[in-house]
């Protein structure tokens, strides 16, 4: 079984920082990418940034673009989320998911998910 886990949400003042940081860990993971989502209070869940472990190439949503940044670490089969200049409306619980390499059967293409840590940004 591959579990993922999340850590460094928090209350933060708009314009300040946060770093999130997600491990994958399972003795036959393989990852193909690694992402995050966030799901907005009374909204549904949404794709945030994603990396791919061969290659490293990266996409975002148009209103994280120039403040948010990830990044991965491949041995550890870990990614991280810089979040930049945060905003009220980056208030959101964020997840972490993991795709396997022969996988991309989950919602949103994703098999595996975190259970989410909180971020609130207030004004």
């Known amino acids: 079984q591959v579990r993922v886990v999340e850590s460094g949400g928090g209350m933060v003042q708009a314009g300040d920082s946060l770093r999130l940081s997600c491990e994958a860990s399972?003795?036959?993971?393989?990852?193909?990418?690694m992402a995050w989502f966030r799901q907005p209070p009374g909204k549904e869940r949404e794709f945030v940034a994603l990396?791919?472990?061969?290659?490293?190439?990266?996409n975002y949503t148009d209103s994280v673009k120039g403040r948010f940044t990830i990044s991965r670490h491949k041995v550890q089969n870990a990614v991280y989320l810089q979040m930049n200049s945060l905003k009220p409306e980056d208030t959101a619980v964020y997840y972490c998911?993991?795709?396997?390499?022969?996988?991309?059967?989950?919602?949103?293409?994703?098999?595996?998910w975190g259970t989410g840590t909180q971020v609130i940004v207030s004004s």
């Open positions: 990396i791919r472990w061969s290659g490293g190439n990266i």
């Open positions: 399972g003795r036959t993971f393989s990852a193909y990418a």
């Open positions: 998911a993991a795709r396997a390499y022969y996988g991309g059967n989950g919602p949103f293409g994703m098999d595996y």
